[in-house]
């Protein structure tokens, strides 16, 4: 079974997520019950929302504070570790995560690559 990581990408405002508390309210168990349908099939590995606070380091600099966006003000809000015989399956479930209520907003689906063990 191939592990797979999902991004969950959003739009974000000046200083931090668009989401209101009344719309976490209203999401929360929409998410339960979407990450809960994947666990109870035995193939959830690990999931988490992301504070906005962030840390960005290169070569040069450290920069604290904002999360990387791209150029439409979209960033990584969350992600979930799964696992799945096939990326269809992974996109299917991905098609109705609820993250995609929000403009702008989708999943990015990548495979993870196991590191050698000799």
Not at 1 to 14: A, H, P, Q
Request: include cysteine; glycine fraction near 6%; charged fraction near 20%.
């Amino acid at each position: 079974m191939t592990e797979y990581l999902l991004l969950f990408r959003n739009v974000s405002g000046e200083n931090g997520y668009v989401s209101t508390n009344e719309d976490m309210v209203e999401d929360m168990p929409k998410w339960q019950a979407w990450i809960g349908n994947i666990a109870m099939q035995g193939k959830l590995v690990s999931t988490a929302p992301m504070k906005y606070e962030a840390s960005i380091v290169n070569n040069v600099e450290t920069k604290t504070g904002h999360p990387h966006k791209d150029e439409n003000g979209v960033l990584v809000a969350g992600f979930l570790i799964c696992k799945s015989d096939s990326i269809s399956e992974v996109e299917e479930w991905s098609k109705t995560c609820p993250i995609l209520k929000y403009p702008n907003s989708h999943v990015e689906i990548r495979a993870l690559i196991p590191f050698p063990t000799n």
